[in-house]
């Protein structure tokens, strides 16, 4: 296994430009393709998980073309696919993988939807039973409630509510908020249970209405699309940086920045005004007492006088962000308390398990339970810890962080963050320094 050694470090300081946000990178993708018209896609994250995308759009028959550096046009095909018979794989993209089960439960062909093992042991049972409500048609080919699919064609009926859990990934929600306007009729999904992760929610609804498609929502329990909606392509959609990797750039500035502001870290792509929630992970530090500023497209963090103290948090709004915390809290006094992260388990491995597996490593005393994480940091942290990423981009890129408490640290597989952030290691060792 490759192994990526990082150096012990004391400081972190200058200034980071993000990639393109996934979520943001793939939802427009798919609009785009459903749209009428040719959007251009603008600073379009390059990685794993868009690069499935795109191979699907592709297959479905979707007229792509690459006409700059992450920039690409997307000639819309008006929610109708020109290929009807294909076969899907999706690597581990989340992002991808349960949209367009969504769509093309609604496109009258025959698709087959495959993914790497991690894929198949992620749920996918109750986006599939809130499809069949409406009618859809879909196959499980190996063990119920989990890809891969087969999806054939079917008479679609949106005419009773379709009823969707709302805590186990909000994924679920998106791919149907984003598919039903596909139908051209009134649809309705009712929530049932408390909904997860609002904020990728209000990402859903914002880019749906860029593509004229405005949904009527009654809190968080009842979403209604309009009869006779349609995407329609605005001509050039810029995508944000991504806040959820622009938290572990604020966290080494927090840790380990030791100049004031207006020098200290800086992270461009993002400010306080994004529409992706785990821009929170900014105003949580803010919280603790960390210097944080924000202005046009740039967040500006330095370390706060004195230790932050451990702190107790909800973390449902941002949970991807919320791993970055769990290291923070080994540079805290006392003990932090993760709570309400649940769909950490359901994730590209089971984040709450390998969290608490690897914190201990580290040095620190956890206290794992079915949807929080308690962690105690030690005294010292322990130099030279390997670091298992179970394949998952966000293990890699967090516990990078902990090289900032001047031990190094060793990263098995340090190549999983291609799925996000391929650059990561290249920038991180920009900005730490001994």
């Not at 698709?111 to 009618?135: F, K, N």
């Not at 919280?287 to 967040?299: F, R």
Request: glycine share 6%.
């Amino acid at each position: 296994m490759e192994q990526l050694t990082l150096p012990a470090a004391s400081h972190a300081e200058g200034t980071i430009t993000l990639p393109g946000s996934k979520s943001i990178s793939n939802r427009t993708l798919l609009l785009a393709a459903l749209a009428t018209g040719t959007t251009e896609i603008r600073d379009l994250l390059a990685s794993d998980d868009t690069a499935r995308m795109l191979e699907a759009l592709e297959k479905l028959g979707v007229k792509l073309e690459n006409f700059a550096e992450n920039a690409w046009r997307v000639t819309g095909c008006d929610g109708n696919f020109p290929n009807k018979n294909v076969d899907l794989f999706l690597g581990n993209a989340g992002t991808a993988f349960r949209p367009l089960t969504a769509a093309l439960a609604f496109s009258n062909g025959n698709y087959v939807l495959s993914g790497v093992p991690r894929m198949h042991e992620r749920p996918i049972g109750d986006l599939v039973d809130a499809l069949r409500q409406a009618g859809a048609n879909i196959e499980y080919l190996e063990k119920q409630g989990f890809p891969p699919l087969k999806i054939l064609p079917a008479k679609i009926d949106v005419s009773q509510a379709i009823k969707i859990r709302g805590d186990v990934s909000s994924q679920f929600l998106t791919a149907l908020l984003m598919a039903l306007p596909l139908t051209r009729q009134q649809a309705t999904i009712a929530v049932v249970g408390e909904l997860i992760s609002k904020p990728y929610i209000e990402i859903t609804l914002n880019l749906m209405a860029k593509f004229n498609v405005i949904v009527e929502r009654e809190g968080w329990q009842r979403f209604t699309i309009p009869a006779n909606s349609q995407y329609k392509n605005p001509a050039i959609v810029t995508v944000e940086g991504d806040a959820s990797s622009a938290s572990y750039f604020l966290a080494a500035g927090a840790i380990a920045c030791h100049q004031p502001l207006p020098l200290g870290l800086h992270v461009v792509g993002i400010d306080f005004d994004s529409i992706q929630g785990d821009v929170e992970f900014a105003k949580v530090l803010q919280s603790l007492g960390v210097p944080v500023t924000s202005s046009s497209n740039v967040i500006s963090v330095t370390a706060p006088e004195n230790k932050i103290t451990g702190f107790n948090l909800d973390c449902n709004h941002f949970p991807d962000a919320a791993m970055t915390l769990a290291i923070l809290a080994l540079f805290a006094e006392g003990k932090t308390t993760l709570r309400n992260i649940a769909s950490w388990r359901v994730k590209e491995t089971d984040r709450l398990s390998a969290m608490a597996t690897e914190l201990r490593k580290v040095g620190a005393i956890v206290e794992e339970g079915k949807d929080y994480i308690e962690i105690t940091p030690p005294t010292h942290l322990t130099p030279g810890a390997v670091i298992d990423t179970y394949d998952d981009h966000r293990m890699a890129m967090c516990f990078s962080l902990v090289s900032l408490g001047g031990v190094p640290i060793i990263i098995n597989d340090p190549k999983c963050v291609n799925k996000t952030f391929p650059d990561y290691f290249k920038e991180f060792k920009k900005i730490a320094h001994v």
